[in-house]
């Protein structure tokens, strides 16, 4: 009588199981491997047999014995190959994915990496804290992620419920209560943001996670638009305010920032054009002007923004307010 499976093994973890046993000369049986794996008897001999057809691995089950052998030796289960160089990309991104701390993310992927990692350790060798010394990653203002916050929030994304929540707005001295439907967890620039269709506005706004306090899910489903893609809604920012406006930015930079803005690719709308001399111009189109103010600001004296005329303002207005300040 085959048990009562409680939990299945993924299909890769019981053939590498059975991979083993039969490296080492155990023997073994689907009787002896339904009880060891707690699966049924015909998922034993499918496995088995993907393993003899399609892997190409030498199993023959041997009735003098009754157990399956491998009939010469295997060395490594044949699963893909990977060099070393590929493996170092693969610790290089574990390095990377440090704007997932704090969140149930970063543990899946430590787990999921120690997996990848493990089922390789007969074809190569590596170790890790002496490639991982060639390699390193700062990220400035890295966000703090109140993960009850998170994971709340998050489990109302996967099933579409309704959520309140206090929220503090920059520069405000009070939190107030909001009730959205959230859509979406975005990070940028190292930060969590909650993407939420607010019914009191009728319109969707972008919440900070770190401003985000007593999150509780409430009884009500909602459904999330067909057309809703957080590419589409983050299209016209240049981090994270899309904005209703369509704003052409022109910016002209000297030649000693030049070099900078060309090695990076600030927003999927950009356009350069050389400068005579070295310097370059770059175009930009956005939803808002906030954002790209802040950003051409941290340039100093080597951007000037050629238009909008608004933002050109804008920027005099605030390096008025500096010289001021600066002059005292």
Known sequence: MTPKVQLSRPPLERMLRIHDELRRGALINCTKLVKTLEVSRKTIVRDIAFMRDRLDLPIEFDAQISAYRYTQPVNAFPTVNVTEGEL???????????????????????????????????????????????????????????????????????????????????????????????????????????????PERGALR????????????TKTAFKRPADFSPEKFFAKALGVLGGAGDWRVVIRFTTAAAERVREREWHESQETRELPGGGLELKLRLGALE????????????????GPPELRAKIRQTVAALAEKYAK
Do not use: C, M
């Open 88 to 198: 170092l990309a693969l610790l290089v991104a574990q390095r990377a994915l440090e704007q997932y701390r704090g969140t149930p993310f970063h543990r899946q992927l430590e787990v999921a990496f120690g997996k990848l990692a493990g089922g390789l350790r007969d074809r190569i060798s590596f170790s890790p804290a002496d490639e991982l010394r060639t390699v390193s990653f700062k990220n400035i203002g890295l966000g703090r992620t109140d993960l009850v916050v998170f994971n709340a929030l998050s489990a109302a994304v996967l099933h579409q419920t309704e959520v309140t929540f206090n929220y503090r707005k920059p520069g405000a001295g009070q939190a107030a209560a909001r009730r959205v439907h959230p859509y979406h967890l975005a990070n940028r620039e190292n930060l969590w943001y909650l993407i939420a269709f607010d």
């Open 206 to 217: 972008t919440f900070a996670l770190t401003r985000i306090t007593g999150v509780t899910a």
């Open 291 to 306: 954002e790209v103010e802040q950003w051409i600001l941290g340039w100093g004296a080597a951007a000037e923004v050629v």
